[in-house]
């Protein structure tokens, strides 16, 4: 992808184009093709549940992937970190299969899935993430979640990595993602002289240029995160208060100040 010599390219396993029944990898090729990408990071092989499935069908789905993550964990030898694809929709089974991971096989870290489908049930997503961050100090990957919402949420639970392809989503639907305002987007405004944005994409466009050029609102998208991210390390590596900072940051959005509440109350609950 043409991407500087330096970036970390974290490969998973396409988990979300198996939705169909039939796997079309096993965990032998999946990581012959992450190394053919030159990965620095694997993701292992997964099959994601369905807020839909009976608990039988997910559980089944559950030990598959459990199955996967060791099967790799036994075909690795190389230098690339191996990260274990996590999935379950209560916290003991999160905490359990983190566990039994952990003792069987031999992984740099995990990587919780399966989050998309209830991303708006923010108390579940978040008891499921500490979940998972509780169970282990290794690094904790999510899959799917890091929008300007989920973004702030996952680093103050303490997640390491997340991926997300909200930016480009965004830039689909003509939504101008604001940094600074909790996930708000740009107002239908008629006219503006400058963008409320100074990246490399908006600094000399106007709000007609960049509204009808979606190639340069995924990149403003993309920035609007990166600002978003950049701000978050500040505050961290300033040793600010970082309740105080999200306190703020969230206050614009009735939706995420909420989401951010139950995140709060349930991280002092762990204290
Ligand atoms: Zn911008």
Redesign the pocket.
């Known amino acids: 992808m043409d991407v500087p010599e330096h970036t970390i390219v974290f490969a998973d396993s396409g988990g979300y184009d198996f939705a169909v029944e039939t796997l079309d990898t096993t965990p032998r090729e999946t990581l012959e093709t992450q190394r053919q990408l030159e990965a620095d990071i694997f993701g292992t092989v997964d099959v994601p549940l369905s807020r839909d499935h009976r608990s039988a069908k997910n559980q089944q789905r559950i030990d598959r992937s459990i199955d996967f993550a060791l099967a790799a964990s036994d075909l690795h030898d190389g230098e690339e970190l191996l990260l274990a694809s996590v999935h379950g929709y209560d916290p003991e089974t999160i905490r359990n299969s983190i566990q039994y991971l952990e003792k069987r096989g031999d992984f740099d870290g995990y990587a919780l899935g399966s989050l998309v489908p209830i991303r708006t049930d923010y108390t579940k997503v978040t008891k499921l993430v500490l979940a998972a961050r509780t169970a282990t100090d290794k690094h904790l990957h999510v899959y799917g979640l890091g929008g300007l919402v989920y973004q702030p949420l996952l680093l103050y639970l303490g997640v390491d990595s997340f991926d997300s392809s909200a930016f480009i989503r965004s830039a689909g639907n003509r939504n101008?993602l604001l940094?600074g305002f909790g996930g708000e987007e740009l107002w239908n405004i008629e006219e503006l002289e400058y963008?409320p944005?100074?990246?490399?994409?908006?600094?000399d466009?106007t709000l007609d240029e960049?509204r009808a050029d979606r190639d340069a609102l995924t990149?403003?998208?993309l920035?609007?995160l990166t600002?978003e991210l950049r701000r978050f390390r500040y505050v961290s590596t300033a040793g600010k208060d970082i309740e105080t900072y999200l306190d703020l940051r969230f206050q614009g959005n009735k939706v995420t100040q909420r989401a951010y509440k139950i995140a709060k109350q349930q991280v002092r609950g762990l204290a």
Not at 197 to 203: A, E, I
């Open positions: 101008y940094p963008l944005c100074s990246c490399p994409v908006c600094g466009r960049i990149q403003h998208n920035w609007a600002t």
